[in-house]
């Protein structure tokens, strides 16, 4: 992409996402929502001033990336872990409900074959912990019960969704079902989530300790974004999304940090809360641009704008939301959790997407199934933060 077009390009993501986003927010509607109208708006669906290219979208998963460290920074590894079963009963009711109501339901009303209605569903299995989290982190309900419920079952979610798509590309590209490569990769995810945060700890003191001997500015920023960066490649090396990188970053600066290694590897509050500082600019800068880029990435044109063609769009779209909101029942006892965490587990976000994309990149999904696609997980990512902040601000 040449430089003239990627600068105006950012220029016109960041400040649509800005104006847009302050128009929503202003309303009483989530933030997110607002950034990816305003990515329908400057997208190939109305003005075509952006179009989705590999450029921006590095920069949109940098965003989320950052948005996923700022959220392991405030994470509580003990609220997590109580939180545990519910956070694995919602998961797995999540996961298998979408999978097979929707993958059923797009083998019949769009006609499509077997392997690309299972392409549907398990791109719909997924869960957006970005989309949800910051939701959550704006009105201060990240540590709450139903937010740790939310973060865990979220990052299952994401776990299996990267495990299923493993699977599936290996099964599109051979023909056959690998069981060994397919534990490996479980072994690799379980290794990187256990072992990341003592070592992004570790990493922390050294740093500390060259701290005293630097005479550039910008020390603390180097610091955060070069582990950052090294997470998210060691992520993505070990089989994970690259965004867990960024979480587990997140987690070993946390103040609420606990492990094993605790006694050893004990938190320097004023030197982590100094690198948390640095971040914040950049993740408020970075992080919309993903959720603008997600409005990008839809193209109305490609849809089938018939009666019988929306009716089916809308009842695909209904069934996507249903099948994640019915998990909330698994949640807690109280009918305000329940909602809360149903309507978090709704949208489908940047995970979907690499789905979807995958499926078109390997021929699985045709072009109009791909709009189809992309459509549902849109508008599931702008319904689920407004049945979220509707359940956020009102007892159910």
């Known amino acids: 992409m040449a430089i003239d077009n990627f600068v105006m390009s950012l220029f ?31 997208g190939p669906s109305l003005l075509n001033w952006v179009t989705p290219n590999s450029t921006l979208a590095v920069i949109a998963e940098l965003g989320v990336i950052l948005l996923l460290f700022d959220i392991g920074c405030e994470t509580s590894i003990k609220k997590l872990a109580y939180s545990g079963s519910k956070a694995v009963k919602v998961a797995a009711l999540g996961i298998l409900t979408p999978f097979i109501v929707i993958g059923l339901a797009s083998f019949y009303w769009l006609s499509i074959p077997p392997f690309t209605a299972l392409f549907f569903g398990c791109a719909l299995s997924a869960t957006s912990i970005s989309i949800s989290m910051s939701v959550l982190a704006l009105n201060n309900q990240t540590q709450t019960t139903a937010g740790q419920i939310i973060l865990g079952a979220a990052v299952i979610d994401d776990i299996v969704g990267v495990i299923l798509l493993s699977v599936l590309f290996n099964f599109a590209s051979s023909g056959e079902l690998d069981i060994s490569s397919t534990l490996i990769l479980f072994i690799m995810i379980a290794s990187f989530i256990i072992l990341s945060p003592p070592l992004v700890r570790v990493i922390i003191y050294l740093t500390r300790g060259l701290h005293i001997k630097a005479h550039v500015p910008g020390y603390d920023i180097f610091v955060v974004m070069s582990i950052i960066c090294l997470f998210a490649w060691l992520a993505h090396w070990f089989g994970t999304p690259a965004i867990l990188g960024g979480f587990a970053v997140g987690m070993g600066l946390s103040r609420q940090f606990t492990s094993p290694f605790n006694k050893y590897l004990k938190n320097p509050f004023a030197y982590t809360l ?24 839809l193209d109305l044109s490609q849809l089938d704008m018939s009666y019988t063609g929306l009716l089916i769009l809308a009842w695909l779209t209904v069934i996507a939301v249903a099948s994640k909101f019915i998990v909330g029942l698994l949640a807690s006892s109280n009918w305000q959790e329940r909602f809360i965490v149903g309507s ?30 992309v459509m549902i997980i849109a508008l599931t990512t702008l319904i689920g933060p407004l049945i979220l902040k509707y359940a956020l601000r009102n007892k159910i």
């Open 12 to 42: 016109l993501i960041l400040v649509a996402g800005r104006i847009l986003g302050e128009l929503i927010d202003r309303i009483g509607f989530p933030i997110v929502v607002g950034e990816v109208i305003a990515g329908i708006l400057i």
């Open 274 to 297: 100094k690198l948390e500082k640095a971040a914040k600019p950049l993740v408020q800068l970075l992080s919309p641009v993903f959720f603008v880029y997600v409005g990008i990435s």
């Open 344 to 373: 978090a587990m709704v949208p489908r976000g940047e995970v979907g997407l690499v789905f979807a994309e995958m499926g078109r990149q390997l021929g699985v999904i045709e072009a109009k199934e791909f709009a189809i696609l």
